[in-house]
């Protein structure tokens, strides 16, 4: 018999999207049709921006462990799966938010326990950064809670020093500050920012549910200025918000339609807090989380899917299940914005028990077919940069 390459055996094996469904061995949908007069044969692990929203829709809806399992396979065409990147999240102006994003304890249309502050300095920005570093988080995210930088001329003069002087210490630098300009997105970029954070939160039919002082298409305006500008673009959403499995899905289909995939897909699930128009809302399941990062990396195979808020929530053993099922991006460290977060420790010593180990700031060039779990995981998941 003629021998084939690992990769050559994988793409034989892969489910093909043709008309009208492909069963898999246990007899389960694994496959979906391809768009609309359209003769191209698609295989898993593809990037597509034809995706129509009943395909994805029927992906989410499939048996989780085969999805699962399908999730896995695409995850490891394109990513090394043995690696997980540390991303901490630094809170650089707190509260007196203008939007009414209805989650949110940082926006002045609620009484919540945050408390309004001004912009943070630079130097206690630049020693926290340094701590994330030392800890193994290879991403620092700034986020302010402002709606635009409209008439903050000197705040973002500040925040563009911050962002340089990240960059200088060989780290991947985020910020999330709202609505931008194609202008001051340019600047950001001359800055050295890497990637630049703006949610969709939902599908575009629950949005207006959820906030009102900002349209679904200022969103997608502010992601094409920072892409236009060069710099990657962070988009993802919220689950718990109220929405139901046919939201989750449209989120996912419209990050699936931009003419670049974004870099990342944080997913994050509500922390309800006191004060907000949410606070009683009920928990997401896990297995939607799953379904959600599972359908994520498949419509999406080369985005970082970032497990994002509301992660301690859940144990270890079902953080284990979300890597599986192509989540490769976690945020670590003291608080997320406002809300708790797994420390650097902890997360560095749940990772090792899984053979898992942290990814280098920037793309990592390793070669995927190479394995090296167990030298750096006996090191300790530390990730040099």
């Known amino acids: 018999m003629t021998s084939l390459a690992p990769r050559a055996l994988t793409a034989l094996s892969r489910p093909t999207l043709l008309a009208p469904t492909i069963l898999n061995a246990r007899g389960h949908a694994a496959a ?28 989410f809806d499939a048996p989780l462990m085969e999805t699962i399992y399908r999730a896995a396979t695409v995850h490891r065409m394109h990513q090394d799966a043995s690696r997980i990147q540390l991303c901490t999240l630094m809170n650089i102006k707190t509260g007196g938010c203008t939007e009414d994003c209805k989650y949110c304890s940082q926006s002045s249309s609620y009484k919540t326990p945050t408390k309004a502050s001004r912009l943070v300095d630079i130097e206690p920005v630049l020693e926290a950064a340094r701590q994330a570093k030392a800890n193994g988080s290879t991403r620092f995210c700034m986020g302010a809670a402002w709606r635009d930088l409209a008439g903050r001329k000197s705040g973002f003069e500040k925040i563009l020093k911050m962002v340089k002087e ?37 599908s575009r039919e629950f949005y207006p549910e959820v906030i ?10 502010t992601i094409e200025a920072v892409r236009a500008a060069g710099i990657s673009v962070c988009s993802g959403g919220i689950l718990g918000l109220g929405e139901k499995d046919e939201d989750r899905v449209g989120l996912i289909h419209e990050v699936s339609r931009l003419s670049e995939h974004p870099e990342s897909f944080p997913v994050n699930t509500l922390v309800p807090i006191e004060g907000t128009p949410l606070e009683k809302n009920d928990p997401v399941s896990v297995q939607t989380v799953l379904r959600t990062i599972a359908t994520a990396r498949i419509v999406l195979p080369k985005t970082i899917i970032r497990l994002a808020a509301g992660r301690h929530t859940f144990s270890e053993t079902e953080q284990a299940m ?29 990772l090792s028990r899984w053979g898992l180990r942290g990814q280098r700031s920037f793309e990592d060039k390793e070669d995927v077919s190479v394995s090296s779990v167990g030298a750096d995981a006996a090191a300790g998941v530390t990730a040099a940069a």
């Not at 768009?35 to 029927?58: A, F, K, M």
């Not at 060989?170 to 300009?181: D, I």
């Not at 997320?336 to 560095?348: A, I, N, Q, R, V």
């Open 32 to 59: 979906v049709d391809p768009p609309s007069g359209s003769s191209r044969r698609y295989l898993d692990g593809d990037v597509r921006h034809d995706w129509r929203r009943s395909e994805i829709q029927r992906i």
């Open 322 to 350: 979300a890597f599986m099922a192509g989540a490769n991006a976690i945020f670590t460290g003291e608080t997320m914005l406002t809300t708790p977060c797994s420390g650097w420790d902890e997360d560095k010593a749940m």
């Open 212 to 221: 009102t002082t900002r349209s679904y298409d200022e969103r997608l305006s």
């Open 166 to 202: 990240v960059r200088a210490m060989n780290m991947e630098v985020c910020t999330t500050l709202g609505m931008l300009s194609p202008e001051q997105a340019q600047r950001l970029k001359e800055a050295g920012l890497s990637a630049y954070n703006h949610n969709l939160d939902t």
